[in-house]
């Protein structure tokens, strides 16, 4: 399992302060596309740019790094490192 696939930013809306959620792997996605020269730059313009500002862009790659570093550790243990949900499976 992919540890950004499984995150997920829960994030007051700033216009009417109810809460959603944003897939961490999303936020990613989205920092990469602004990255490449994505031509809109302003947060209200290109939802993109909104998601790209959500989280530090160079922390998610350092725990999707460390998460694949541990589950290889894990799998060559002869273990399994997984996520659990919120309702105990995984």
Request: with cysteine; net charge negative.
């Amino acid at each position: 399992m992919d540890i950004l696939s499984a995150g997920v930013l829960r994030i007051p809306c700033p216009s009417c302060g109810r809460a959603y959620e944003v897939p961490v792997a999303q936020v990613l996605a989205s920092q990469e596309m602004v990255n490449e020269d994505w031509p809109c730059r302003s947060e209200n313009e290109c939802p993109p740019v909104y998601l790209a500002s959500l989280l530090d862009h160079e922390e998610l790659k350092l725990l999707a790094d460390t998460w694949l570093r541990l589950r290889e550790q894990a799998t060559s243990r002869g273990g399994q490192l997984f996520l659990r949900t919120e309702s105990g499976s995984r």
